[in-house]
């Protein structure tokens, strides 16, 4: 019997800034979304020092670009 260990995915780091300030971070874990393609999602609150007194929600998600069709096209048990 072979046994294929999972791909060590990373977690990515986005920073927002602002005039080159950081003002937040953001991290990103791998997703494999509803629509069948994969890659990187995160959400969260961060503070633009401004006067939104509850800050901002965020969200970042980076898409695989052919994702999908690969897997659409991917051998079962492959």
Do not use: C, W
Not at 3 to 11: Q, R, V
């Amino acid at each position: 019997m072979i046994s294929h260990m999972a791909e060590a995915k990373p977690t990515i780091t986005v920073k927002f800034l602002i005039d080159g300030n950081e003002v937040g971070t953001l991290l990103l874990n791998s997703k494999d979304f509803k629509t069948g393609s994969t890659g990187f999602f995160g959400i969260g609150k961060i503070n633009l020092h401004d006067d939104a007194s509850k800050g901002y929600q965020a969200q970042v998600q980076l898409v695989k670009i052919g994702s999908k069709e690969a897997r659409e096209t991917k051998a079962p048990g492959a």
